[in-house]
């Protein structure tokens, strides 16, 4: 994948978006506001010149297919004659790919997402998820990292795993950070979570987390863009499967 694959998707654990402290507005009023924010905040990265990648039919320099180019990015009167270069041909552009998803099979589990270019400023995203989304500043941050490969883990190690993970995140108001696959251990994150939120133990205290995935591995990324406003998606992941958040 070319230069654009360092966009990145956020999707989060939604359910926690609920405080006392905040003012209760109106759904059209939220996304009004939030998609306002959005516009004037987030953008991403597009290509903006086509150039087809040598011995790949249909697959741009950018790593990207011709059909998710823009008419002007095909024909480029701007461009022409010139030699393909990320610095020049790789623009930031408004975001478009932002709003509620539900993932088909796992209930009616409503979370939120957002495609942004890897230039963001953490700040804009601090604020995204703190004043447009709600979320309570967290008193610790929890990195997940580790291979993608899926690995065997015993059941005795996977059970202590999930309740140190689990109970940590609950009772110090962290957030849980992964790549947001699942695939890994970013598979054992999603999957603790998963349960913690569907047991009566969950009640307790919600936990959220956050999945930072580049734009170009998401499954089906076609159907959460919505050019001209915060959108809800109902997304069907893999037989089986469940996403991290």
Same mark, same amino acid.
């Given at each position: 994948?070319?230069?654009?694959?360092?966009?990145?998707?956020?999707?989060?654990?939604?359910?926690?978006?609920?405080?006392?402290?905040?003012?209760?507005?109106?759904?059209?009023? %939220?996304?009004?506001?939030?998609?306002?924010?959005?516009?004037?905040?987030?953008?991403?990265?597009?290509?903006?010149?086509?150039?087809?990648?040598?011995?790949?039919?249909?697959?741009?320099?950018?790593? +990207?297919?011709?059909?998710?180019?823009?008419?002007?990015? #095909?024909?480029?009167?701007?461009?022409?004659?010139?030699?393909?270069?990320? %610095?020049? %041909?790789?623009?930031?552009?408004?975001?478009?790919?932002?709003?509620?998803?539900?993932?088909?099979?796992?209930?009616?589990?409503?979370?939120? +997402?957002?495609?942004?270019?890897?230039?963001?400023?953490?700040?804009?995203?601090?604020?995204?998820?703190?004043?447009?989304?709600?979320?309570?500043? /967290?008193?610790?941050?929890?990195?997940?990292?580790?291979?993608?490969?899926?690995?065997?883990?015993?059941?005795?190690?996977?059970?202590?795993?999930?309740?140190?993970?689990?109970?940590?995140?609950?009772?110090?108001?962290?957030?849980?950070?992964?790549?947001?696959?699942?695939?890994?251990?970013?598979?054992?994150?999603?999957?603790?979570?998963?349960?913690?939120?569907?047991?009566?133990?969950?009640?307790?205290?919600? #936990?959220?987390?956050?999945?930072?995935?580049?734009?170009?591995?998401? %499954?089906?990324?076609?159907?959460?863009?919505?050019?001209?406003?915060?959108? +809800?998606?109902?997304?069907?992941?893999?037989?089986?499967?469940? /996403?991290?958040?």
């Amino acid at each position: 994948m070319g230069e654009l694959a360092e966009d990145v998707e956020l999707v989060l654990d939604s359910s926690v978006a609920k405080s006392g402290r905040y003012c209760s507005l109106s759904p059209s009023f %939220h996304r009004c506001s939030l998609s306002c924010w959005v516009k004037e905040n987030i953008t991403k990265k597009e290509c903006c010149f086509y150039v087809e990648e040598d011995g790949r039919e249909g697959i741009c320099m950018c790593g +990207y297919p011709k059909v998710q180019h823009t008419d002007e990015a #095909i024909k480029p009167e701007e461009f022409m004659r010139e030699r393909w270069d990320p %610095h020049r %041909h790789i623009r930031e552009a408004p975001t478009d790919a932002y709003g509620d998803i539900r993932f088909g099979g796992i209930g009616q589990k409503t979370s939120k +997402y957002i495609r942004v270019s890897s230039n963001t400023r953490v700040d804009l995203l601090y604020q995204l998820m703190t004043e447009q989304w709600k979320l309570h500043p /967290p008193n610790l941050l929890i990195s997940v990292t580790g291979g993608a490969k899926n690995f065997y883990m015993k059941t005795h190690l996977k059970d202590k795993f999930r309740r140190w993970l689990t109970k940590v995140a609950q009772s110090t108001g962290a957030w849980i950070l992964t790549g947001g696959t699942h695939t890994g251990v970013m598979k054992h994150v999603g999957m603790a979570v998963r349960d913690y939120t569907q047991s009566s133990s969950s009640l307790k205290g919600q #936990i959220v987390t956050i999945g930072v995935a580049t734009w170009g591995v998401i %499954h089906n990324r076609e159907a959460l863009v919505h050019p001209e406003v915060s959108c +809800y998606s109902c997304y069907t992941s893999f037989p089986g499967d469940h /996403p991290t958040s």
